[in-house]
């Protein structure tokens, strides 16, 4: 299939990829052309910044998560609803696994992908040393994926004396410069970016990139970048076998509001497929939950910077205890794991009370306590079948005293271990932010017990 493609890397983080994803994709818009937007890694913030400029969700795609025929497979999947696919790379375009390895990284995705690759070069306070910086990329691009530049924090005029050098030594486009500005900056936190909803200007902000982009990028290369990718194929695959038709009336609440905000669209899309309807309700400012939903989804976000309000909502506090002591199955990760809590102790020490499903308090610890890739099985078997593993990724600030016992998790390169999550036929609360598609039995499982809830709730009624 005939897909037009770029990906958007970088030597490293900071050197401004997001905001020249995001004002690329606006400049796509601005000419008319339909564009997708696509994130690598499991960074779960980016896509909420394409989504916000496209309107339209952004994916994940992950080399660790999925074999490289299921990348293939997840990339095509609705590419020809789109003029231009547009992938923002994770971190340095080399660093993968560990940080040692090539697998998982941008780099790789590419590769599987035959992507041609934009380097964002952030030429702040360096002139001739960038022909060094890119001899050295250059050098490791086995496979010539690297199709040009833009260089990033730079004028004009540094841009003009630095093209021929570039263009004639290594024979790749410099597509042109952002100068630095206000514009293209966005401000963060300990997780990462802060969610564009927080940045007030963010349209004008988007705005006034794209216009940038436009003047002293040259888009049209770009696009023409895009339209050279190789054709690519794949076998679809049906993800949902086994699943009964009636899950068709099955409804999953889905927490989502501005302290829960984490999921991965392909595990949302895969439950869709099943038949699922998603409701979406807020812990912050709905009373109840909502009605004649038979499971929860409780995603990952920042219940710390909404802990006042989230415990000052008694009644929603009370709905979600009640409804999960009634046997409705529920699935709570990191963020949403936190809420399930006794209590929660912020970053000033200070102390709130959250659902009190999870005995134990969770804590700021000032650094990352788990953070990376890990595969998870279960000790006995109830979401997945035996033996079966589920990868994910953590990264949190917050620790709890109460992690559980029904998981072993290992990290991929280290293997080192660790037991954790809380596991029950009905329920799986956790840390880890899991990725569905890695281990399709796992969302099924969610849909069975969501149709056993249903169906027992309505003998209860008839009775």
Request: glycine share 10%; with cysteine.
């Amino acid at each position: 299939m005939k897909a037009a493609r770029l990906m958007i890397a970088a030597p490293g983080s900071g050197s401004g990829k997001t905001v020249i994803t995001c004002a690329l994709l606006q400049a796509l818009k601005d000419r008319g052309l339909r564009a997708r937007a696509l994130k690598c890694g499991p960074d779960y913030i980016d896509p909420l910044f394409h989504q916000k400029v496209l309107e339209v969700a952004s994916r994940n795609l992950d080399a660790y998560f999925s074999s490289q025929e299921q990348v293939r497979e997840l990339f095509l999947d609705g590419v020809s609803e789109a003029d231009l696919s547009v992938i923002e790379g994770v971190m340095g375009l080399y660093d993968g696994l560990g940080g040692i390895r090539e697998e998982a990284s941008a780099y790789h995705l590419a590769g599987i992908l035959r992507t041609p690759i934009v380097l964002v070069v952030n030429g702040k306070g360096m002139a001739r040393s960038t022909l060094a910086l890119l001899e050295g990329f250059l050098h490791e691009d086995a496979q010539r994926l690297i199709c040009g530049v833009v260089l990033n924090r730079v004028g004009k005029a540094q841009c003009e004396l630095l093209r021929p050098l570039i263009e004639e030594r290594f024979g790749i486009r410099v597509f042109g410069y952002l100068p630095e500005r206000q514009a293209l900056s966005f401000d963060s936190r300990h997780l990462g970016l802060q969610l564009p909803e927080e940045i007030h200007s963010f349209r004008a902000q988007i705005t006034e990139a794209a216009k940038l982009l436009a003047e002293s990028v040259c888009v049209e290369e770009l696009v023409s970048a895009a339209q050279s990718a190789e054709e690519l194929y794949a076998e679809p695959r049906d993800t949902t076998a086994g699943l009964p038709a009636a899950v068709s009336r099955v409804r999953l609440g889905i927490a989502r509001d501005e302290a829960f905000c984490f999921y991965y669209e392909d595990n949302l899309r895969m439950l869709r497929a099943a038949g699922a309807e998603l409701v979406p309700f807020s812990p912050i400012h709905d009373e109840k939950l909502p009605e004649h939903v038979h499971g929860l989804l409780l995603g990952g976000g920042y219940p710390e910077l909404w802990c006042e309000q989230l415990s000052e909502n008694v009644s929603m506090r009370r709905a979600v205890r009640e409804a999960i002591a009634s046997g409705m199955p529920s699935v709570a990760e990191c963020g949403g794991f936190m809420y399930l809590h006794e209590w929660l102790v912020d970053q000033q020490g200070a102390r709130f009370a959250l659902c009190g499903v999870v005995p134990g308090e969770c804590t700021y610890q000032g650094r990352a306590v788990r953070f990376g890739y890990v595969e998870l099985t279960e000790r006995q078997g109830a979401f997945l079948p035996q033996g079966c593993g589920i990868r994910g990724h953590e990264f949190h600030y917050f620790e709890s005293n109460n992690n559980g016992e029904g998981c072993m998790a290992v990290k991929p390169v280290s293997g080192k271990s660790w037991s954790c999550v809380h596991v029950g036929a009905h329920h799986w609360w956790g840390f880890p932010h899991l990725y569905y598609p890695s281990a399709p039995a796992y969302a099924e499982h969610i849909i069975l017990q969501a149709l056993k809830y249903k169906n027992c709730q309505m003998e209860k009624t008839v009775s």
